[in-house]
């Protein structure tokens, strides 16, 4: 991974729903963004050839490549770093950025434990993804973040509104970056 100045504040996750727009997606993003690949519902052939695809066009746009995926994958495919629950991220590398989800104190506790780089902390507000999910909320996420000791990254029904009404310096998106 290429030194940073800084981390990036915004962040497109990969899913089914906004596949067919992500590469215009991923040119849209202010360059130096961050984009997590997940794509689980592919076949593997299918799956790395896509990621490969759009890793060009990220780099391109000097955009952080995170894989959902172990760390040998991700050095296999020079994805920046790996994405998942902590504990599918252990044991912690050096050499890839870490970006662990969490959902509750006892997965930042992980993550702070971990050592890891970044937590995805969700769901911020309520979201296609998980509808059935209760949302933090502003109140509860700020309380959760505060227990964090790496940057957090607000993900859960985010879209340019719904981060003003957070007013957060890091979030992430699968249909608010999509549309």
């Given at each position: 991974?290429?030194?940073?100045?800084?981390?990036?504040?915004?962040?497109?996750?990969?899913?089914?729903?906004?596949?067919?727009?992500?590469?215009?997606?991923l040119?849209?993003?202010?360059?130096?963004?961050?984009?997590?690949?997940?794509?689980?519902?592919?076949?593997?052939?299918?799956?790395?050839?896509?990621?490969?695809?759009?890793?060009?066009?990220?780099?391109?746009?000097?955009?952080?490549?995170?894989?959902?995926d172990?760390?040998?994958?991700?050095?296999?495919?020079?994805?920046?770093?790996?994405?998942?629950?902590?504990?599918?991220?252990?044991?912690?590398?050096?050499?890839?950025?870490?970006?662990?989800?969490?959902?509750?104190?006892?997965?930042?506790?992980?993550?702070?434990?971990?050592?890891?780089?970044?937590?995805?902390l969700?769901?911020?507000?309520?979201?296609?993804?998980?509808?059935?999910?209760?949302?933090?909320?502003?109140?509860?996420?700020?309380?959760?973040?505060?227990?964090?000791?790496?940057?957090?990254?607000?993900?859960?029904?985010?879209?340019?509104?719904?981060?003003?009404?957070?007013?957060?310096?890091?979030w992430?998106?699968i249909?608010?970056?999509?549309?």
């Amino acid at each position: 991974m290429p030194a940073r100045q800084t981390f990036p504040r915004l962040w497109l996750l990969s899913d089914a729903r906004n596949d067919a727009g992500l590469e215009a997606a991923l040119r849209r993003l202010s360059r130096g963004s961050g984009f997590i690949y997940r794509h689980y519902h592919l076949r593997p052939e299918q799956r790395i050839a896509r990621w490969f695809d759009l890793r060009r066009i990220a780099r391109a746009r000097d955009h952080v490549a995170i894989l959902a995926d172990s760390s040998l994958t991700a050095r296999e495919w020079g994805a920046d770093g790996i994405y998942g629950a902590p504990r599918a991220l252990y044991p912690p590398t050096n050499d890839l950025l870490t970006l662990a989800t969490a959902h509750n104190l006892a997965d930042i506790g992980l993550a702070n434990r971990l050592r890891a780089d970044a937590v995805l902390l969700s769901p911020a507000f309520p979201t296609r993804s998980h509808p059935n999910a209760p949302a933090l909320g502003p109140l509860r996420f700020r309380l959760l973040a505060a227990h964090a000791q790496m940057p957090v990254i607000a993900l859960g029904g985010m879209n340019p509104q719904t981060a003003r009404r957070l007013a957060w310096p890091r979030w992430a998106a699968i249909d608010g970056l999509s549309g």
